[in-house]
């Protein structure tokens, strides 16, 4: 497989958010969103076995999450679904970081999906692909991120829509960050307000989940590798 890296670090982005998690990265996207913070992503890295990959992984942690992302993990297909079946065997818990687009179909059932649905203002709108609405279970995430109102309004009519609350374990709604932020650890990087965002989803009475990115918030923003 082609990776650009893998680390333990803090899991930032979902319900499991703060708790320890091995990355494995993988190289290569097909999307090109506009608040990306991954570009690094986009080429490079290097081959390695499944072998390898599974021999780093273990070396950095013996259980506990592990986080198959990218890039977009699925381009790899061929080989990431053998890989997060080797790591389910090992007795790890698996998530899968996708952005919505490729078919999620032989994911393994017991992998925890966390699927990224394109909003207006990413420049990727419309990608995501609905069939795979039918194949989110109880365990997996839906997460939007958000960079002003109107990607708050198609997030919020789209989970009304196909009734996400109800289908997935935790729906997300994240203040899209700009991806030159550096400085300060603070929310002032966000493109939209969150406590603006906290307000519209109080006042629409979602059962959503206000997420933010906190690895932005405990290390230095423009930091790779956490
Ligand atoms: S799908 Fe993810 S890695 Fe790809 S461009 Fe969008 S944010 Fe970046």
């Known amino acids: 497989m082609q990776v650009t890296e893998i680390y333990r670090s803090l899991q930032g982005e979902s319900s499991y958010a703060g708790l320890p998690c091995v990355f494995v990265r993988l190289t290569g996207c097909n999307l090109r969103c506009t608040w990306c913070d991954s570009e690094y992503t986009f080429s490079g890295g290097r081959k390695m076995s499944l072998e390898e990959i599974e021999a780093e992984v273990r070396r950095l942690a013996p259980s506990g999450l592990v986080e198959i992302t990218g890039g977009e993990p699925l381009l790899q297909e061929g080989e990431a679904v053998p890989l997060m079946q080797r790591l389910l065997t090992l007795g790890y818990t698996v998530l899968l970081e996708t952005s919505g687009e490729r078919p999620l179909e032989r994911v393994p059932t017991e992998v925890i999906k966390i699927v990224d649905v394109k909003c207006p203002h990413s420049g990727e709108f419309g990608t995501f692909r609905e069939q795979n609405l039918a194949v989110l279970a ?82 230095e923003p423009s930091t790779k590798g956490v």
């Not at 939007?144 to 997300?172: N, P």
């Not at 550096?182 to 966000?190: P, Q, W």
């Not at 307000?199 to 405990?218: A, N, P, S, T």
């Open 138 to 219: 109880a365990r997996d995430e839906v997460k939007f991120v958000l960079a002003d109102r109107a990607d708050y309004e198609f997030a919020r009519d789209f989970t009304r829509q196909h009734d996400l609350v109800s289908r997935v374990s935790s729906v997300i709604f994240s203040p899209a960050f700009r991806k030159d932020a550096h400085g300060a650890r603070d929310s002032s990087h966000c493109l939209l307000d969150p406590q603006q965002l906290a307000q519209w989803i109080l006042e629409d009475d979602l059962e959503v989940r206000l997420g933010m990115q906190i690895h932005k918030f405990i290390w």
